[in-house]
């Protein structure tokens, strides 16, 4: 995609990167729009990068972006579309998702019974184990919120457990070979 300016046609909240540290874009303001990958868009606001959530992308003149997942007719979460979810979850300053670039260590679909139990009298919550590309990284806050929220609309799924784990630590190897060629380090 090519940058762009475009104005805020009403107040949005956003959060800056890679901070994390929420802010809020007034109405009129200009931005430019540098990406717009995995319903979420990265502007510059004010000299700083900023990402704006899907749902609020008419704020930004585009479609709002949104989840939708058919419900499975077994009544357990479908781990095709956890790992939908999970996909859909981009760095903000890498054009690449999150499983692409190997952040995602583990993700199991574990069931149990308790109080809340979904369909056929079970919970299901999804655990997953996720690294950053640096520790230091001030989105890993964000990216475990994003991932949380995403993998929660999958249907069926009660709950989502996001372990941040930095063993093994990360490396560029551990990126698809479609990443590591769309980011011109293959």
């Given at each position: ?6 104005p805020?046609?009403?107040?949005v909240?956003?959060?800056l ?54 419900p ?32 995602i260590?583990?993700?199991?679909i ?29 989105m ?22 996001v ?24």
């Amino acid at each position: 995609m090519q940058s762009r300016i475009v104005p805020v046609s009403r107040e949005v909240e956003a959060r800056l990167v890679p901070t994390g540290t929420p802010t809020t874009i007034p109405e009129g303001t200009f931005v430019t729009l540098t990406q717009t990958l995995g319903g979420a868009y990265t502007v510059v606001f004010e000299g700083n990068m900023a990402r704006v959530e899907g749902e609020d992308g008419d704020a930004l003149g585009l479609d709002p972006v949104t989840l939708e997942f058919q419900p499975p007719a077994d009544g357990k979460p479908s781990m095709a579309q956890v790992e939908e979810a999970l996909a859909s979850v981009y760095d903000p300053e890498i054009p690449v998702n999150i499983v692409e670039l190997g952040l995602i260590y583990r993700c199991e679909i574990l069931a149990g019974d308790g109080p809340d139990s979904g369909a056929q009298g079970r919970e299901h919550a999804v655990h997953i184990d996720l690294t950053l590309t640096a520790p230091g990284c001030g989105m890993g806050p964000v990216l475990v919120q994003d991932v949380e929220r995403r993998v929660a609309q999958v249907p069926f799924v009660s709950d989502v457990v996001v372990r941040l784990v930095f063993d093994p630590p990360w490396s560029r190897d551990m990126m698809t070979e479609e990443a590591q060629l769309a980011l011109g380090i293959f």
